[in-house]
């Protein structure tokens, strides 16, 4: 059990969190040039350039956003290493090879401008639709700089222009008129909360200096942020305010319409909020008594807008979803007239339709279950202005495919248009797909994905590498594992998915399952995993590897100091290991709603019992482990993981081996050549421990 009190060895590795320092990087570039000793040079591997053809390919589906006549779409190959924001129409886009119109080229800008530009994405204008803030940041950071773009010009806005821009920061922004932005930014002193994350929100009326901008809005700085947004529908207008206490709690505020007066949401401060048409969604995170009923956690409510802000509730609110042991929403999306929701049952998709008529009432249209283990998003064609929606497809061995649906309401009697087809990066022809359950410690049934040969010959014979998340209410659900059909699958390896509480396949009371003192569960569902495929006899402890980054990280530093036994090898990936510590490095305050205070009681109660770093012991025959992570990471601080490879190399142990990206951010890597040298030292590493052959 890891010591309640700080140890000597806690301050006296601090140096190892000054993230640029000389000493700090020096002692990187040594456990680099380690690993890529031991392991070889991932570019000169052979899985490596497949890996890369993959990324790169041509061939992979793009994501596309309607605006105005265009699809818009964010794309990186080869040529493109850092990527385009590009356009084309629907008709060009139908083609096999449509032509796209550049809208922005980052490795252009970059170039020009001397800067390593990451893209983060935009935020558009509505309804004129030809304005956008531009999310640009520097080596693949969390925070970002602004600046406006011209849809019809395809330029920025220059500062003679009067154009907006924002420098470097975890900012929040959103149009509320073509000049005027709502904006929560770095301001200065005061203005951030203990998480790094804006603090106040202020209105700035284009061609003023920022420090100008009149304050709207403001939290308390133990607040993980405070915002303030605008959202446009057609006939409906929406001005919120959130003042976000915790990761899952916050006050709400909402104007409806123009001329409307702020009021303070009698709501659970747990439930998330949207609007949709004339019609509040509540979709809730613990129970709620409501019209003089009970709803249970992760029931979706929608309610009138103007009785509910006029009466503080809603006496018959329409229930769209009702939780229910098996079945949980995953998602939803709007249309023009209709609500599209995903669920989850049994970690299977499905589907089911809601239309509204504004005035009216709601009427379920119609309910639809994927075919066999297949996960189905929705996404909108044209929210305001129509019913279509596109529709991606893909599961473990199934590639990805893109389907326009003319009109939700008639979308399983009509034929869809399919738009694209991912080829095969892999032969699954001789793969199955299974989905096993198991018993936790506590008797919980645990559900988890398998992947293998047909012929696998179950006798403890086949490596096996199992991923894992279990937290903020993260689904693993299935999708095309092209990287790992091709390093592992092909090779004749088995993968397997574990859907371990504090995920959300099973709605919030699976996630609150596993919060703060209850965090034990998540860890004991994932051996419950691993012990049951060596039980199966898929793999043997000798065989058996475990994975998981930020969030799964943690749990595969506890497996690697709760049950070393278990294992023939782990990867852990930007991790959080340090829970004494995490919440005063980078964003870390901002989880205490899902790990606990370690300043208070709960680190003596519960926090340091699955604290890996304060957990290492002398003399432990320790798996081998591979650490990664990123420099450029301003979420999870790569303190995390230095320290813990620094405090194991103290304690003698063996087969330790890390590599830190100096670019990358949380994700670990900036663009495709660095996401297939990372996927690829990852296998090394794995065939070199698990006994998989990889040549």
């Known amino acids: 059990m890891a010591a309640v009190e700080e140890q000597p060895f806690e301050k006296e590795a601090l140096w190892l969190e000054e993230v640029l320092g000389e000493k700090p990087i020096e002692w990187v570039r040594g456990r680099n040039e380690h690993v890529l000793g031991a392991l070889g040079t991932p570019t000169e591997h052979p899985v490596h350039d497949r890996l890369l053809s993959i990324l790169e390919s041509k061939d992979k589906i793009p994501t596309v956003s309607k605006i105005g006549e265009f699809l818009y779409n964010f794309w990186q190959d080869g040529s493109h290493v850092r990527g385009l924001w590009r356009r084309t129409s629907l008709e060009e886009f139908r083609k096999p090879a449509p032509q796209w119109e550049t809208v922005i080229d980052l490795d252009e800008l970059g170039k020009a401008e001397d800067k390593t530009w990451v893209w983060h994405g935009y935020s558009l204008l509505q309804p004129d639709r030809d304005l956008a803030l531009i999310h640009l940041s520097p080596g693949g950071s969390d925070a970002s700089v602004i600046r406006e773009f011209n ?3 395809l330029a920025f806005v220059s500062e003679s222009e009067q154009g907006f821009v924002l420098p470097v920061a975890k900012s929040r922004v959103s149009w509320l008129d073509r000049n005027t932005l709502l904006v929560g930014t770095d301001f200065g ?25 009149e304050l709207v809005y403001e939290g308390e700085k133990e607040d993980v942020a405070a915002s303030s947004s605008f959202e446009w529908q057609p006939g409906y207008e929406y001005t919120w305010r959130h003042r976000r206490v915790t990761f899952y ?11 409307g007066e702020w009021t303070e949401l009698q709501v659970p401060d747990d439930v998330e909020l949207s609007a949709f048409k004339d019609q509040l969604l509540l979709w809730l995170r613990t129970p709620w008594t409501v019209g003089g009923k009970e709803y249970p956690a992760g029931t979706l409510l929608a309610v009138p807008t103007t009785e509910f802000l006029k009466n503080g509730a809603a006496t018959e609110p329409t229930p769209l979803f009702v ?57 909108p064609f044209d929210r305001h202005t129509s019913n279509a929606f596109f529709l991606t497809a893909q599961g473990y061995t199934e590639p990805s495919s893109l389907s326009l649906h003319a009109d939700a309401g008639s979308w399983e009697t009509t034929e869809p248009e399919k738009l694209k087809q991912l080829p095969s990066f892999f032969n699954a022809d001789d793969l199955v797909v299974e989905q096993h359950s198991t018993k936790s410690k506590d008797g919980t049934d645990v559900f988890y994905f398998e992947i293998k040969k047909k ?12 991923y894992g998340y279990g937290g903020f209410e993260i689904s693993m659900v299935p999708g095309y594992a092209a990287t790992i059909g091709v390093s592992w699958l092909e090779k004749g390896g088995c993968y397997v998915e574990a859907n371990i509480r504090g995920g959300g396949e099973f709605g919030p009371p699976w996630h609150q399952a596993a919060l703060k003192e209850k965090r034990h569960t998540a860890y004991e569902d994932f051996v419950a995993v691993g012990e049951d495929l060596i039980a199966r006899k898929v793999t043997t402890k000798e065989g058996l590897g475990c994975r998981g980054g930020s969030n799964g990280g943690l749990l595969t530093g506890n497996m690697l100091t709760m049950r070393p036994d278990l294992w023939g090898a782990i990867v852990c990936q930007v991790p959080l290991l340090d829970m004494r510590r995490f919440n005063k490095l980078l964003a870390g305050a901002s989880w205490m709603a899902e790990y606990g205070d370690p300043d208070t009681d709960d680190w003596a109660n519960f926090l340091h019992k699955y604290s890996p770093y304060q957990n290492l012991k002398e003399s432990v025959a320790y798996p081998p482990i591979l650490f990664t992570t990123s420099t450029k990471d301003d979420r999870v601080h790569p303190g995390h993981a230095r320290k813990m490879v620094h405090r194991m ?5 063996e087969n330790v081996y890390y590599y830190e990206n100096i670019e990358g951010g949380h994700a670990g890597a900036a663009d495709n050549k660095q996401r297939a040298f990372m996927t690829t030292l990852m296998f090394q590493f794995l065939y070199k421990t698990l006994g998989l052959k990889g040549d």
């Open 151 to 153: 849809l019809s010009k």
């Open 189 to 213: 002193e005061g203005s951030l909360t203990d998480s790094g994350y804006p603090r106040v929100s202020k209105q700035w009326k284009r061609g003023t200096p920022l420090a100008e901008a």
């Open 249 to 259: 709690t916050s006050k709400k505020q909402v104007k409806f319409g123009k001329d």
């Open 323 to 379: 939780q229910t042991p098996e079945a949980a929403l995953e998602t939803y999306c709007c249309v023009k007239e209709y609500l599209i929701l995903t669920i989850l049952h049994n970690v299977q998709n499905v589907l089911e339709f809601w239309k509204y008529t504004p005035g009216s009432s709601w009427e379920k249209t119609s309910r639809n279950a994927s075919k066999g283990y297949q996960t189905r998003r929705v996404r």
């Open 455 to 466: 012929d696998c010959p179950m006798d403890g014979t086949t490596p096996t590498l199992l």
């Open 649 to 653: 190399l103290e304690l003698k142990a």
